[in-house]
């Protein structure tokens, strides 16, 4: 029979230089990263589109939805804010070519009643025919607009300092696309 010997020796001091040669380099290329992220700092790039596509859309959404209670609850305030108004613009005096005469409590009333009759129902036209989902559309579209314009004046090329794992500081610098 015949021995098997050994020829190919392998040299374990050779392999635990090696390995730890490996690991020494891949701990300098990691502290080199880190110590570049916390001397340079990070930059983010948010995309404002982006943004305020989302938050128009939201915006357009919530008003779409709100708007129609809004008018609606202003239209059953109209009866009370009329009557208010109206009650103190009429006077039981008429004034006609100089001639001073006063004017019957019956035809006051109804005069009252046939004015407010009116102001309440052209008031109720008027918001029954606003378009609520065009003045949504416009207020979602001038808020994104303003978003935009905040971020890209006030968040453009502003430094953060955020503290990772709550120990080591890092730059964030913020950069408006």
């Not at 050779?14 to 390995?19: E, L, N, Q």
């Not at 938050?55 to 939805?65: F, M, V």
């Amino acid at each position: 029979m015949r021995k098997h010997s050994r020829n190919r020796s392998f040299d374990c001091r050779s392999f635990w230089y090696g390995a730890t040669a490996a690991g020494l380099i891949m701990l300098a290329l990691i502290f080199a990263f880190a110590l570049s992220i916390y001397s340079k700092g990070i930059t983010v790039r948010l995309d404002s589109e982006q943004i305020t596509l989302l938050l128009q859309r939201q915006i357009t959404e919530n008003t779409s939805r709100k708007l129609p209670e809004i008018i609606a609850g202003a239209k059953s305030e109209i009866p009370r804010i009329v009557k208010e108004k109206i009650e103190f613009r009429f006077s039981d005096r008429m004034e006609i070519a100089g001639f001073v005469f006063r004017v019957p409590d019956e035809l006051l009333a109804q005069l009252r009643s046939s004015m407010q009759q009116n102001v309440e129902k052209a008031t109720g036209m008027i918001l029954d025919g606003i378009n609520t989902d065009e003045i949504a559309e416009r207020l979602g579209s001038d808020f994104s607009a303003a978003v935009k314009s905040a971020l890209q004046e006030e968040m453009e090329g502003q430094s953060l300092h955020v503290n990772l794992w709550g120990v080591v500081p890092v730059k964030v610098r913020v950069q408006i696309a």
